[in-house]
């Protein structure tokens, strides 16, 4: 019996807007870079994980002007180049300042309160884990998430990220269930669904353009009031 869901927070629960994929499409549309959204949606996860490595390793505020543009530029061209776009690291910058303009917020999906509200309903404990090193709370309180999540478990609480065990079982522990008694809600397959399996945790895989049709050993959803099926 199903007692606890857990979930991902960035393009699970919510996203920014105006989305970061579309975006990157415009700005480099200006520049004569032509790159779709279907595949910065697979690079930008891979080159956030570079970001979140590298400032662990060292902290970017404690980096010399020299060592923040380095590692910046790198950033921008794993995003770019991941996304199949041969561009040199000189433009993946061009295209990364024009992004600095951008004032991004994040809102919630329409399906995201709804579905909480009926999960919850049902007696379910629900709980967020997420790969984020800074505070979110401000943010989780405006999107209307925390009447409805009875705990959050972070890679910066935990010290481990996405798919690393430890994470999953912090979540585990919080909501007093099995592996066998939980789901785990996410969109990104290596993160989200292999990690979970990995500690016996049920995963779906939130796909909300279909994007990931070549994935079969684990169930995808495009909305999140298809969970209850699997409740």
């Known amino acids: 019996m199903i007692k606890a869901v857990f979930f991902d927070f960035y393009n699970t629960l ?4 105006p989305p970061r994929e579309q975006t990157y499409v415009n700005v480099c549309a200006e520049l004569g870079i032509k790159v779709e959204a279907k595949a910065l949606f697979k690079s930008l996860p891979a ?10 390793r060292k902290a970017l505020d404690q980096r010399s002007p020299e060592q923040k543009l380095e590692f910046y530029t790198e950033y921008a061209h794993k995003i770019l180049t991941g996304a199949g776009a ?7 910058l ?8 951008f004032n991004w917020t994040y809102k919630a999906f329409d399906d995201t309160l709804p579905a909480l509200k009926k999960l919850k309903n049902h ?3 629900l709980g967020l884990i997420s790969n984020v090193v800074q505070d979110m709370e401000s943010v989780y309180q405006e999107l209307g998430l925390n009447p409805y999540l009875a705990f959050k478990v972070t890679s910066a609480e935990v010290g481990c990220d996405k798919p690393g065990p430890e994470i999953f079982q912090a979540a585990l522990k919080k909501a007093k269930a099995k592996p066998e008694e939980a789901i785990h809600v996410g969109d990104q397959y290596e993160l989200d669904i292999a990690g979970a399996q990995g500690v016996g945790i049920k995963a779906l895989l939130i796909d909300r353009n279909n994007h990931f049709t070549e994935i079969s050993d684990c169930p995808r959803i495009q909305s999140l009031a298809e969970i209850s099926n699997y409740i």
Do not use: F, I, P, S
């Open 14 to 17: 919510a996203t920014h807007d």
């Open 47 to 56: 080159a956030d994980m570079y970001w979140r490595d590298e400032n662990t």
């Open 123 to 125: 007696g379910l404990t």
């Open 94 to 101: 061009q295209v990364l300042a024009k992004l600095q303009k």
């Open 86 to 92: 041969n561009v040199t690291r000189d433009v993946a």
